[in-house]
């Protein structure tokens, strides 16, 4: 018997993970982001990240013909940040602050830590694509990192 997507959901809400907000900008310079979980490390040499972004989402094609993206890996102050960018709103840059890399693509100063990519290869994967960056520079900056576990925000300490 195939497992329903709300068993799955389900299941899948009792592995923690990290919240990463990933921006980047379509072809007329529009700037793009949204909250996405699904992120992870794939390889260090060279060193390869993957974000899955849902197709439906407004922001996906900017993701597939920009190709360059950042990936903001949240503090556990930023609960909101990631809100703001899990909504529908139509300009979620509005009000925000952002730094423009050389390329015009947007990432946040607030963020525990930046990842500008190179988009290497976009995959299908079902009702999302994967989207595989090759790293070109990091910004690190102190915190704790924002949790997301069984449809809750949560914090670590760090000492």
Do not use: Q
């Amino acid at each position: 018997m195939p497992v329903s997507a709300d068993h799955f959901r389900s299941a899948l809400s009792h592995f923690a993970s990290g919240v990463t907000v990933v921006t980047t900008k379509d072809a007329s310079g529009k700037l793009h982001g949204i909250t996405v979980s699904a992120f992870c490390s794939v390889s260090l040499e060279p060193p390869l990240v993957l974000i899955c972004i849902e197709k439906t989402t407004g922001s996906h094609h900017a993701f597939e013909e920009s190709g360059f993206f950042s990936v903001n890996i949240l503090s556990s102050e930023r609960s909101e940040t990631s809100e703001h960018f899990a909504s529908m709103l139509p300009d979620k840059f509005e009000g925000v602050d952002v730094r423009l890399d050389s390329r015009g693509v947007p990432s946040l100063p607030e963020a525990l830590a930046t990842l500008e990519c190179k988009l290497s290869k976009a995959l299908d994967g079902g009702d999302h694509s994967i989207f595989l960056g090759e790293v070109e520079n990091v910004i690190i900056r102190n915190g704790d990192p924002l949790l997301y576990y069984r449809g809750e925000y949560r914090t670590i300490n760090s000492d």
